[in-house]
């Protein structure tokens, strides 16, 4: 005998203006993230031209397969606006 199938999902409809708060909120929340990256980056490209090798001493922290925090080193090329390892 097969379960039973349930034949609709079991979630309450969003009205439309609750959809249009709830996408507003979004792209706020991502702007906001964008914005700060952004500053981030100018910050630690002006550090890191304030070196002779434009480099940038970083700490890695994870958690997962298990807790494990090192340092390593990346370097700024100003030619592509990117960081390297």
Known sequence: MRP???PYAQTKGVSFDESISKIHDTLTIYDQFIN???KAQAHYV???KGNSN???EIRISRLDPE???RNGIVRYREE???WIK
């Open 80 to 82: 592509y606006n990117e």
């Open 46 to 48: 002006t550090r890191a």
């Open 54 to 56: 434009l480099a940038q």
């Open 36 to 38: 700060f990256m952004n």
């Open 67 to 69: 807790p494990v925090a």
């Open 4 to 6: 039973s199938l349930i």
